[in-house]
Each structure stands twice: as C-alpha cells, then as structure tokens.
C-alpha cells in the first residue's frame, strides 16, 4: 500500500459533487424545479418516495464503484459497479469494513481517515488487482470511491519491459558496429585481406540493426487502432514469393520446402501486412529446421475464411514456452535466435497483423518433432 501525497482530482470532484447534491435538495423542497432545467441535471436528483437518505441515493447514482460506511463502521450503500467489483451481493447493508472488502489495506485507510478527519488516496492490491481508492467523511460516514487500475498497471509494466528490451536489443548491434569500425581502422593499413572480413561483418550488424529498426516500426504501426484500408490481396501469391524467396537458404540447410495453395486465394486486407505474416511463419519454419528437415506451406478456403498453414520438422517449441512465443523480444532458443539474425519481434507482428485483419492464429509444438501454426483470416472485410 503506498499513500499518495496530492489529493486525486477524483475525490475532490465526489466530495463536490455531494456539496452540490445537498444544495440541489435543499432548493428542490423549498421550490419546483422547471422541467427545461430538469432535463439534464449535472447531478443525480434524490427520489421524494425512495426512504433511503439521499446520501445512498447518490451513492448509487456513482459511475465510480463507490460504498458508504456508516459511524460504525457498517456498509450503508454499494453501488452496482462496486458490488461488481468487490463481489458483493446486492442489498449486503450492514457488513463490516472488513466483511464487504476483503481487504486490510482498505480497512486501514479507512480507520486512519477516521481518526485525522483527513482525506486520503491509496493503491491497494485485492485478489490479483491494482486498486485506487480514495477515502473521505461525509458527515459521521465514510465514503470510499473505487477505481480498477490493474489494466492500466498491466500497460505500464509492457512498457517499461519494451524500452528495457529494445535498449537491450539496440545495445548489441550498435556496440558490435562501433567495434567493428575500430578494428577496421586499425586492420586496413597493414591487412588488407582481414579488413575485408570486417567490412562484411559490419554489414551484417548494420543489416541486423536496419531489421531491427523496421521490426519496431512495423509492430508499433500494426498496434495503433485504427480502420483497414483494405484492397484485394492475393495471399496465394504472396506465398509462392515468399517460398521462392526462402528456397535458397532452404537449400543451404538441406530443408525440403514445398507449397500446397489454389491459382488465387484473393482477400480483403493490407498488402505488407500479410506478406510480414507469411515472411516471417515461413522464414522461421526453416531457420529453426533440422539439417534434411521439411517444411509444408499450404492455403485452403474454410466456408468464408482463408487457412494458412506453416508446419516444420523442426527443433519443436516447449509446452510452457507456447503462451508467450507471440510476446515481444520472447525467444524460445535466445542463443540461436541471435545466432541466426533473430530479433525476437517476428511472432508478435505476425498476431498483430492477424488479429488487426479479424483473423486468428493458433500454433502446435512437439518438442524436437516440430511446430505447425495455423493462421484462419476472413476472405471480407467484415473481420
């Protein structure tokens, strides 16, 4: 539990909102109130025949999961958004502190508002989520005000492992080039032939940090929301450039490669990002193969899908690795990966890209036989 210095914004609005509340009501028995002005109130009026206070009227007028506590500390009023979120049962009036949060943290705060009569805003955590909650006196009662940070926590702790790992992955090409140039300088005058070895390695850094780069753009490209503008895409051809293309370095590691797809296999989407999705399935169905391996590419249509299927005879993928293959930087081998040119970012486009067509991806591993994905994307553009 971590107190917060500045009073959040949230509660001085809640603790408005009920000044304002009050005074509403009080004008509301002293004259009517027009209906022009009635017809969209900033606050929630009380109900003249409802016998709860007006404070549990408001209360649950609350988008914010909110509870009311009385002088004793017995729940007064929950709203459905905090009965939603704390599990509590409707009409749970009279449960302790303790009983209707399940959380000593909460429980905590809400004793030492009561004691300084000061507000107080702290991050709790309750069963497996990050909770905000804010804690002020109305009166003799106890208002807390609620809200769900574990998503946005989540998104703050993938961002900070991406930067961790790009600065990582940034690191080792930028590093080996600097190197490389070093030695360049000094080889060049008296061995020529040595130089040139160099040369060719700090080409390959250079490619490796190029792909690295455009990896990163194009996973931060396919990760803004946003419409398709989608045209005719013929995933057929982009296999059979695809397969054409990985052929030679097939051949060079003895992988038997082979495509199994229609004359044309047309579907709504983008262009590059489809090509990227069967680049990098096919790219890595031979990098990761066996000398003499196999690799099967094949496409059929399912009613009004299409179905892209990858399978290799390959090193195979680990059964507790399989959830997080698609994660950024994961990788299953690090040292072959890197080894092999690897930058860890190619699955995850793949899901992105997939996912942003209205398609899906699945994948099958048996360690040390091989590793088959299936991608299923909508022929429309109704995904």
Not at 83 to 104: H, K, W
Not at 130 to 147: F, K, M, Q, W, Y
């Amino acid at each position: 539990m971590n107190a917060l210095a500045e009073t959040p914004v949230l509660l001085l609005v809640v603790l408005g909102a009920l000044v304002l509340a009050t005074v509403a009501l009080r004008r509301r028995a002293a004259r009517p109130v027009p209906a022009a002005q009635n017809a969209a109130p900033a606050i929630p009026a009380a109900d003249p025949q409802d016998p709860r206070p007006w404070r549990a009227q408001f209360v649950d007028a609350l988008n914010q999961p909110a509870l009311l506590f009385d002088a004793v500390g017995r729940l007064d009023a929950a709203n459905g958004a905090a009965c939603d979120l704390m599990g509590l049962r409707p009409n749970a009036q009279g449960l302790t502190i303790m009983e209707s949060t399940a959380s000593t943290g909460i429980a905590d705060v809400v004793a030492r508002v009561r004691a300084t009569h000061e507000p107080m805003t702290v991050d709790v955590e309750r069963a497996g989520r990050e909770l905000r909650v804010g804690v002020s006196l109305v009166g003799d009662e106890t208002l807390v005000v609620l809200a769900d940070r574990t998503r946005e926590r989540q998104i703050e702790d993938l961002r900070r492992d991406f930067v961790v790992n790009a600065s990582h992955e940034l690191k080792t090409p930028v590093t080996a080039i600097q190197t490389l140039g070093d030695a360049i300088a000094v080889t060049l005058p008296d061995d020529p032939k040595r130089a040139a070895s160099l040369v060719k390695r700090l080409n390959e850094e250079s490619e490796r940090l190029a792909r690295l780069v455009n990896e990163l753009l194009d996973l931060r490209r396919l990760e803004v929301a946003g419409p398709l503008e989608r045209v005719p895409v013929d995933l057929a051809e982009i296999a059979r450039l695809v397969v054409a293309e990985q052929l030679p370095r097939a051949e060079t590691r003895q992988v038997t490669l082979e495509l199994d797809a229609p004359e044309g296999a047309p579907v709504a989407g983008v262009k590059a990002d489809l090509e990227a999705v069967v680049k990098n399935l096919v790219s890595n169905a031979v990098k990761y193969n066996r000398e003499g391996g196999r690799v099967d590419v094949a496409l059929r249509t399912e009613g009004a899908t299409r179905v892209l299927t990858v399978s290799d005879t390959g090193i195979g993928i680990r059964q507790q690795d399989l959830p997080r293959i698609f994660e950024r930087f994961y990788r299953v081998d690090t040292a072959r990966s890197r080894a092999t040119g690897g930058t860890g970012l190619g699955l995850s486009i793949v899901r992105h890209a997939v996912e942003r067509h209205g398609g899906t991806v699945q994948v099958a591993s048996s360690l040390g036989e091989g590793t088959t994905f299936t991608v299923t994307l909508p022929i429309g553009s109704d995904g």
